[in-house]
């Protein structure tokens, strides 16, 4: 009888823990649903070397990050998406922020530590380098260029430009904050909008990945100097709660292989975050740029000082503050 119990016992413990477990892994699905702000359903074609291998079909869903919350906060546990790739740091770690991504289980591609979070819930797929446009690819510009002399034309919209401001405070440290103010009012003051009738430069910031597309000659910043060019990346993170995040581990990895990455970051106009050396089958990924010390890691800690700066400011300095566009 105490043998029988015993087992009674057992048995209830492991029906409690497969009922309690958030990431039951059970047979390799027939698709993985991909939220992301900035693909389409056709989109899902990027994805046919990981179908090929695995036979999971990826059905991409687009959604803004607010759509994302929403639906996680509607379906929980219940979610329907299993992972999401985001245009931005700044998308990716309102997720993280929210409790929103699952830790990756593997590390099997993930070895370059500073492409990943912190807490090891979001990997960059690739880096989208802060480039000028309108200029002859082997110019040497720097980016306090566009603080002064002509005024030129916005082709980022204010979450674009996130990254590139979180770049601005780590530059000059937190002890220097009024420093990175006035830097961003005249980065923000010499800009224009599109229907402004005054003259403009030749030149504009914009993302590799906009200025490839558009297929605009290009130069990276801050290239004779030890500061290296800004950059955001589009970043992958698995959903909480998802009983296919083991397959959704997988993927990344999978897209995080040195060939499979520079396929990737290819068909999106980007930049495999391991430098080809030479090696990649695609030129502009052989013209890899100085990059910014700053790591997507510490960038995203860049984002709260971004709010904190501005409203220090309000209540006590009383200095100028950056439009609401800016910050």
Same mark, same amino acid.
């Given at each position: 009888?105490?043998?029988?119990?015993?087992? *009674?016992?057992?048995? &209830?413990?492991?029906?409690?823990?497969?009922?309690?477990?958030?990431?039951?892994?059970?047979?390799?699905?027939?698709?993985?649903?991909?939220?992301?702000?900035?693909? =389409?359903?056709?989109?899902?074609?990027?994805?046919?070397?990981?179908?090929?291998?695995?036979?999971?079909?990826?059905?991409?869903?687009? %959604?803004?990050? $607010?759509? &994302?919350?929403? !639906?996680?906060?509607?379906?929980?546990?219940?979610?329907?998406?299993? %992972?999401?790739?985001?245009?931005?740091?700044?998308? &990716?770690?309102?997720?993280?922020?929210?409790?929103?991504? !699952?830790?990756?289980?593997?590390? =099997?591609?993930?070895?370059?530590?500073?492409?990943?979070?912190?807490?090891? /819930?979001?990997?960059?797929?690739?880096?989208?380098?802060?480039?000028?446009?309108?200029?002859?690819?082997?110019?040497?510009?720097?980016?306090? =260029?566009?603080?002064?002399?002509?005024?030129? =034309?916005? !082709?980022?919209?204010?979450?674009?430009?996130?990254?590139?401001?979180?770049?601005?405070?780590?530059?000059?440290?937190?002890?220097?904050?009024?420093?990175?103010?006035?830097?961003?009012?005249?980065?923000?003051?010499? #800009?224009?909008? *599109?229907?402004?009738?005054?003259?403009?430069?030749?030149?504009?910031?914009?993302?590799?990945?906009?200025?490839?597309?558009?297929?605009?000659?290009?130069?990276?910043?801050?290239?004779?100097?030890?500061?290296?060019?800004?950059? $955001?990346?589009? #970043?992958?993170?698995?959903?909480?709660?998802?009983?296919?995040? %083991?397959?959704?581990?997988?993927?990344?990895?999978?897209?995080?292989?040195?060939?499979?990455? +520079?396929?990737?970051?290819? +068909?999106?106009? &980007?930049?495999?975050?391991? $430098?080809?050396?030479?090696?990649?089958?695609? /030129?502009? +990924?052989?013209?890899?740029?100085?990059?910014?010390?700053?790591?997507?890691?510490?960038?995203?800690? +860049?984002?709260? $000082?971004?709010?904190?700066?501005?409203?220090?400011?309000?209540?006590?300095?009383?200095?100028?503050?950056?439009?609401?566009?800016?910050?």
């Amino acid at each position: 009888m105490t043998r029988i119990l015993r087992f *009674l016992g057992f048995g &209830i413990c492991l029906l409690l823990f497969a009922c309690n477990s958030t990431n039951v892994p059970s047979k390799t699905p027939k698709k993985l649903v991909l939220a992301s702000d900035f693909l =389409e359903r056709k989109d899902s074609t990027l994805f046919k070397g990981f179908k090929t291998k695995t036979g999971i079909r990826i059905v991409i869903v687009p %959604m803004t990050v $607010d759509s &994302i919350l929403k !639906h996680q906060e509607a379906f929980g546990y219940n979610s329907k998406i299993d %992972m999401v790739l985001m245009k931005s740091l700044y998308g &990716i770690n309102q997720l993280a922020e929210k409790k929103q991504l !699952h830790p990756f289980d593997s590390y =099997e591609e993930m070895q370059v530590k500073e492409y990943r979070s912190i807490d090891n /819930d979001w990997v960059a797929f690739g880096i989208d380098p802060y480039v000028i446009a309108g200029v002859a690819d082997n110019q040497e510009f720097q980016y306090n =260029e566009l603080t002064y002399g002509e005024r030129w =034309e916005k !082709h980022l919209i204010p979450t674009e430009l996130k990254s590139f401001q979180a770049a601005v405070l780590y530059q000059f440290g937190r002890n220097n904050r009024e420093k990175s103010l006035k830097w961003l009012e005249k980065l923000d003051s010499q #800009s224009t909008t *599109l229907n402004d009738s005054l003259t403009k430069a030749s030149y504009y910031l914009t993302k590799l990945s906009d200025a490839i597309a558009t297929k605009k000659s290009y130069c990276y910043p801050n290239q004779s100097k030890k500061f290296g060019v800004f950059y $955001d990346a589009v #970043s992958f993170g698995i959903i909480r709660h998802g009983s296919n995040a %083991m397959f959704a581990n997988e993927f990344a990895n999978y897209h995080l292989n040195l060939v499979h990455s +520079q396929v990737l970051c290819n +068909q999106l106009n &980007i930049l495999p975050t391991i $430098d080809p050396k030479g090696n990649s089958s695609y /030129d502009y +990924q052989n013209k890899y740029p100085l990059l910014f010390r700053c790591t997507p890691s510490e960038t995203v800690l +860049q984002f709260r $000082d971004l709010q904190r700066l501005q409203t220090r400011l309000e209540q006590g300095t009383k200095k100028p503050r950056l439009s609401n566009e800016a910050l």
